[in-house]
């Protein structure tokens, strides 16, 4: 329909006439998602004049039309001028029960006249609750609305009555919350101080997962035989960790202290024991509860394997590593997966990481799975199915943060020992990270860890005089390639090759290198001239 006769029709039409009119837009632009930008103004003005509408006292399907033609045209950035305004926010924000000041209560509760049925009433919400997730998502104008109304007011207001509400209003009322703290980290800390959002969603979470505590920070074991947790109970929940994400993401200045973040940790290590309808959801879920993990204090995640009340192996102490492998396992799926290592896999290696750094039980288990002691040492380290083979091929990937969380992982389940690390990687594959810690003559990293446990197999010890250090195995004796050449032929392929290097040097394509007595990579000319430390004699 022709939006000049839409407008034209707005300004005189009742209700019945604008609801059937809107109603057309919408089935003529449901599926829309790119708009004409010789329209941008047209659409501009529809939006202003749906908001005329919806500022007076019109019936809830007729607001429920309104605000469907609304959430189309949020999805255009462009045109949004009107909406994103006090004016237009505190509409919206009403419909949505958002609203924390006088101004929304007084002029915008229209839907909430005692005629109105619950159902009704509950879709108008859910409608203004997606409006104003596009809307705020697509204009900064309007974020910044927000917060000067409070809106995140009202969204903790709503988190309160958690317990209580439809699906459809926790899910975008936690969406909402998402986006705000994710497009105005500014209001982080005053969510977290003066809202206290993270125990509210903590809470939230703790409802939604329906957790039952056995113990201080002990969730009960969940049920082997019940039913996969519900679609929809799952879909708020990952809303909420998102959220929390968000907020715990750096240090704000909020309320938690040590028991919340160990409370949060708890619940977490439960989350990661249930399953959801399907796998690809369960490993969706997983993935927001280890990125959030990896926010909080790494001494709370000693909560992870400290679960008296369903015990443990005594071989680690007793301690239950149900979580560690749950861990290990999605570490497993992301790397076979073979693509969006940044995203889906380095998140699960330092949360592994700073774990194994500071749990010696966390680092010995997984160290038995990823590192077993060495036998066949025939085949390079980066070749094979094994996840130690995985691991190594990741420590040359091209993406460096990738290459670094990799290596660092590996690292760390050596105890930081350049010799352990380099007997299940070999030299060249380790050289990235022994280049930035400055280990390139050896020795450990700065962590303090036990006494190193000798686990040599008896085949790796035979074998290892013959190991090539660089590659990481032992190599086939390869034929001398020199061995029948005249020393004429000798010394003309040797200036060849010191020709080639040069050539290579001096345009710059590769830089001689040499190493300090620190172990740091410096140009071959420094490290020539940089004296030996222990020398104490004089020279001519």
């Known amino acids: 329909m022709d939006l000049n006769t839409i407008l034209s029709q707005l300004e005189t039409a009742d209700e019945e006439e604008i609801e059937k009119f809107l109603r057309q837009y919408i089935r003529e632009n449901s ?48 045109v949004l001028a009107p909406v994103a305004t006090r004016e237009g926010m505190l509409i919206l924000g009403g419909m949505a029960r958002l609203n924390a000041g006088e101004e929304g209560d007084d002029n915008q509760n229209i839907s909430q006249e005692d005629t109105q049925s619950e159902e009704e009433e509950r879709v108008v919400v859910v409608e203004a609750l997606k409006c104003l997730c596009n809307v705020v998502y697509n204009s900064p104008a309007a974020q910044q609305v927000s917060v000067d109304v409070q809106l995140v007011h009202g969204l903790c207001a709503t988190l309160r009555t958690a317990r209580t509400w439809h699906h459809e209003v926790g899910l975008f009322t936690l969406r909402l919350l998402f986006l705000v703290s994710a497009l105005r980290p500014d209001v982080r800390g005053v969510l977290r101080r003066e809202w206290h959002a993270v125990r509210l969603l903590t809470e939230v979470l703790e409802h939604t997962l329906d957790v039952s505590w056995v113990g201080p920070y002990e969730a009960a074991r969940p049920d082997p035989q019940a039913l996969p947790m519900p679609a929809e109970d799952n879909e708020r929940a990952m809303e909420a960790l998102k959220a929390l994400f968000n907020l715990t993401l750096s240090d704000t200045g909020g309320e938690e202290d040590d028991h919340h973040f160990r409370l949060i940790a708890a619940i977490l290590r439960h989350s990661l024991m249930l399953k959801t309808e399907t796998e690809e959801k369960t490993e969706e879920a997983h993935s927001h509860a280890i990125n959030l993990l990896n926010n909080l204090p790494v001494s709370c995640l000693d909560v992870l394997i400290d679960v008296p009340v369903q015990g443990g192996l005594e071989i680690y102490g007793g301690k239950n590593m149900d979580a560690v492998q749950m861990l290990i396992d999605f570490m497993e799926k992301r790397m076979d997966k073979g693509s969006n290592y940044k995203e889906g896999l380095t998140p699960v290696l330092s949360l592994l990481t700073e ?45 460096m943060g990738v290459k670094q969380t990799a290596a660092e992982f590996l690292f760390v389940l050596c105890k930081e020992s350049v010799d352990n690390l380099l007997k299940y990687t070999g030299y060249g594959n380790a050289a990235g990270l022994l280049v930035a810690r400055g280990l390139l003559a050896g020795g450990r990293g700065e962590t303090q860890y036990s006494e190193d446990e000798n686990s040599d197999t008896d085949e790796y010890k035979s074998a290892k005089p013959f190991i090539n250090p660089i590659t990481g195995h032992v190599e086939e004796p390869m034929p001398n390639p020199i061995e029948e050449m005249t020393e004429e032929q000798k010394e003309y392929e040797a200036q060849k090759l010191v020709n080639m290097f040069d050539k290579l040097s001096r345009q710059n394509v590769i830089r001689p290198m040499g190493v300090r007595p620190d172990g740091t990579l410096a140009p071959l000319e420094e490290t020539l001239c940089d004296p030996p430390e222990d020398s104490g004699s004089d020279s001519d």
């Open 31 to 78: 599926h829309t998602f790119s708009f004409d930008q010789k329209e941008e103004s047209l659409r501009s003005k529809l939006c202003q004049s749906v908001l005329s509408v919806l500022g007076r006292r019109v019936k809830p399907s007729c607001q429920k039309t309104c605000l469907e033609t609304l959430r189309i045209l949020s999805r255009d950035k462009r």
């Open 355 to 399: 774990g194994s750094r500071q749990h010696r039980e966390i680092r010995r288990y997984i160290k038995a799975q990823v590192l077993p002691p060495l036998k066949d040492v025939k085949i390079r380290p980066e070749i094979g199915t094994t996840t130690r083979n995985k691991l190594v091929r990741l420590m040359t990937h091209v993406d």
